[in-house]
């Protein structure tokens, strides 16, 4: 069910999606796409996951109020994330994912990962 009715929902949908796009743009570009997930404590993940759950609710019923709330909990969420892993030595990694053919494929990787329900690398765990 959506409830963007109006162009006001439109814009506060977008509002408060765009950071979290951001935050994971750059926190993919930095670990590589899906690997930070495989690098943080089981207890870590299973968070995310559960905020993941929710942000995903939020996008899928077109909830401008609901994803104000998850978001910035999503963008503090990288962000320990992303200390957890630096804490425990880890590097950060590439920020393509090469195909069979030798091509970067990073932005088809990324769609995948972010496009599909389901195909999330912390939901493969």
């Known amino acids: 069910m959506t409830r963007l009715r109006t162009p006001e929902d ?25 690997r930070l997930e495989r690098l943080i404590s089981q207890p870590t993940l299973q968070a995310y996951k559960r905020g993941w759950d929710q942000y995903r609710t939020a996008i899928e019923d077109s909830d ?15 962000t320990f994330m992303d200390h957890e892993a630096t804490a425990a030595g880890h590097q950060p990694g590439a920020r393509y994912v090469g195909s069979s053919d030798g091509r970067r494929n990073y932005a088809m990787r990324r769609a ?13 765990r």
């Open 112 to 124: 995948l990962v972010r496009g599909s329900l389901g195909r999330h690398p912390c939901r493969q």
């Open 64 to 78: 401008p109020d609901a994803l104000a709330v998850i978001g910035p909990k999503m963008i503090a969420a990288l």
């Open 10 to 34: 439109h814009d506060r949908f977008k509002l408060a999606l765009t950071p979290v796009d951001q935050a994971m743009w750059a926190s993919e570009q930095k670990w590589g796409v899906g």
